[in-house]
């Protein structure tokens, strides 16, 4: 019998979603919306079912959940969350900002996280207490203490500002550098130490549970931004090199 490791089988699962998605990149596929008004593609769907086979086969016992498919054995002792493809309205417009992410949860507990983009030909994984590497490199998060020399990255602009307005006002002002990168893209760079905050809102765990870990191996602190731990239903990220979440959180709260 053949014994799978859930990295093994989590980066065989990214890389056939890859194939996936390559052949149908800038193929002008057909754009259903979902109840959410979000978009969805053939390529989402079958990037899905593939990482879906390839994880069932290997662990037909673990519990799935899936951004396409939703929820399959949720009870079960480990969990699989997938977004085949994160960042769709990029994949739909041709624009390279989309990625394939994977974590496995035990108990609840994030345990490994994939990260694959397939465009920049960046994959990154973690396992809990093992580190963070991308494409065979270890990941270090930055050693900046001071907002002022920091690098601020957010994701959705508009209900950031919506929701955090005077709180998000202060953190840009503090900061000495912004970007809007997004998505998988500024989690890899606060990974690798590249920037050093990064502060996102409207999310699903499916977008950031993989990344989640990647941080935090790499010696990064990741919460929501109320400054919980993420769970299932959590709906936001707020994620740092460590040094500078207390200082992040007093802007964004005045505390």
Known sequence: MVIHSPLEVAREA????ETVIRRHYRSHLAVDFKADHTPVTLADHEAEQVIKDIIHHAFPDHGFYG????????????LWLVDPIDGTKSFVRHYPFFSTQIALLHHGEIILG????????ELAWAERGKGAWLNGQPLRVSPIHELTQAVLSFGNIKSLVSDHTAGFARLVAACDRVRGYGDFYHSHRLADGSLDVVVESEVSILDVAALSLIIQEAGGQVTDLN????NLNSRSFLATNGHLHTAVADCLFER
Do not use: I, T
Not at 14 to 17: D, G, I, L, M, Q
Not at 227 to 230: F, R
């Open 14 to 17: 990214v890389r056939a979603a």
């Open 67 to 78: 951004e396409e498919s939703g929820y399959d054995q949720v009870d079960a002792e480990y």
């Open 114 to 121: 994939v990260s694959n983009a397939p465009l920049f030909e």
């Open 227 to 230: 400054g919980q731990s993420l």
